[in-house]
């Protein structure tokens, strides 16, 4: 009578092929030599990215608010607009960040040009 | 864990890859590809693991993933006669061989775990991710096939 300590179970499969032994050679030297080229973690890509965007947001904020300081709030802005609101006469009416306003004259404009500077 | 350690680990371990990979693709083919895909994976997870002694049971279950994914595409690909039977490999048991291919896999997974593997119960349950109860039936329902089988009916169980 056989035990089944006896059964061989190792010979269930046979031996492991050649083939299956190159196999395992070749992709442990293939992750060997993508161990040489450094990989960036997904959290660290994400956390530059973020680092980025602030420092973005700041130098972007920076230039703008110097700019304004330098040139005045309205630089870069619509040139005939602007010129339009110098000329405009009394009852015109001119919209300022979203503020209707009638204008006197175009002295008016200038002279909110510098509050807003302030 | 070092690519060193990983590299030491599926070496030493590389026997028992193949046996795990031939109960479920029996194509030599698809054996070598899941096997490739396992250990990239498993380089690719590396900093998952934290305790280096479990190197065998993660890659071994990262390998069985494959594994499966394969068969699913091959299944897809292929008609399903041509997974009908194929000749034992070489210096393979034919009974052994015979009876373990002709056993669903779901009892032929656990059972070469087991059986030829030698993991222990618990071992089985985190490698498959299944509860010890159902591990246990599926191990007592392939004995029982095992029984049943004329080449094993001579074998005493206890």
Same mark, same amino acid.
């Given at each position: 009578? *056989?035990?089944?300590?006896?059964? %061989?179970?190792?010979?269930?499969?046979? %031996?492991?092929?050649?083939?299956? =032994?190159?196999?395992?050679?070749?992709?442990?030297?293939?992750?060997?030599?993508?161990?040489?080229? &450094?990989?960036?973690?997904? &959290?660290?890509?994400?956390?530059?990215?973020?680092?980025?965007?602030?420092?973005?947001?700041?130098?972007?904020?920076?230039?703008?608010?110097?700019?304004?300081?330098?040139?005045?709030?309205?630089?870069? =802005?619509? *040139?005939?607009?602007?010129?339009?609101?110098?000329?405009?006469?009394?009852?015109?009416?001119?919209?300022?960040?979203?503020? %209707?306003?009638?204008?006197?004259?175009?002295?008016?404009?200038?002279?909110?040009?510098?509050?807003?500077?302030? | 864990?070092?690519?060193?350690? !990983?590299?030491?680990?599926?070496?030493?371990?590389?026997?028992?890859?193949?046996?795990?990979?031939?109960?479920?693709?029996?194509?030599?083919?698809?054996?070598?590809?899941?096997?490739?895909?396992?250990?990239? &994976?498993?380089?690719?997870?590396?900093?998952?693991?934290?305790?280096? %002694?479990?190197?065998?049971?993660?890659?071994?279950?990262?390998?069985?993933?494959?594994?499966?994914?394969?068969?699913? *595409?091959?299944?897809?690909?292929?008609?399903?006669?041509?997974?009908?039977?194929?000749?034992?490999?070489?210096?393979?048991?034919?009974?052994?061989?015979?009876?373990?291919?002709?056993?669903?896999?779901?009892?032929?997974?656990?059972?070469?775990?087991?059986?030829?593997?030698?993991?222990?119960?618990?071992?089985? =349950?985190?490698? !498959?991710?299944?509860?010890?109860?159902?591990?246990?039936?599926? !191990?007592?329902?392939?004995?029982?096939?095992? *029984?049943?089988?004329?080449?094993?009916?001579?074998?005493?169980?206890?």
């Amino acid at each position: 009578m *056989k035990r089944i300590e006896d059964v %061989d179970f190792r010979r269930t499969y046979g %031996d492991t092929p050649p083939s299956f =032994e190159r196999r395992v050679a070749y992709a442990l030297g293939h992750v060997e030599e993508e161990k040489t080229v &450094k990989k960036w973690p997904i &959290k660290t890509v994400v956390l530059v990215c973020i680092m980025l965007l602030a420092l973005g947001a700041v130098a972007y904020a920076a230039v703008t608010s110097l700019v304004a300081k330098q040139y005045g709030a309205f630089y870069g =802005e619509d *040139k005939g607009e602007v010129e339009w609101s110098r000329n405009s006469v009394s009852d015109d009416v001119v919209t300022i960040n979203a503020i %209707d306003g009638s204008l006197v004259d175009g002295r008016m404009i200038e002279s909110l040009s510098g509050l807003l500077n302030k | 864990m070092t690519i060193e350690e !990983l590299t030491g680990g599926v070496v030493a371990a590389q026997g028992m890859l193949y046996r795990v990979s031939a109960s479920v693709l029996r194509q030599p083919c698809d054996q070598e590809d899941a096997v490739q895909s396992a250990i990239e &994976k498993a380089w690719g997870k590396l900093g998952t693991l934290r305790d280096a %002694d479990k190197l065998e049971g993660w890659i071994v279950r990262i390998l069985l993933n494959e594994c499966y994914t394969i068969k699913k *595409k091959r299944k897809r690909e292929t008609h399903v006669e041509a997974f009908a039977e194929t000749p034992a490999p070489m210096n393979a048991d034919p009974d052994l061989y015979r009876f373990f291919t002709g056993l669903p896999e779901k009892l032929r997974v656990p059972m070469t775990l087991f059986y030829v593997e030698g993991y222990a119960l618990r071992e089985v =349950e985190q490698i !498959l991710r299944l509860p010890v109860g159902t591990v246990k039936t599926r !191990l007592s329902r392939g004995r029982e096939k095992m *029984k049943q089988d004329h080449a094993f009916e001579e074998v005493q169980w206890l």
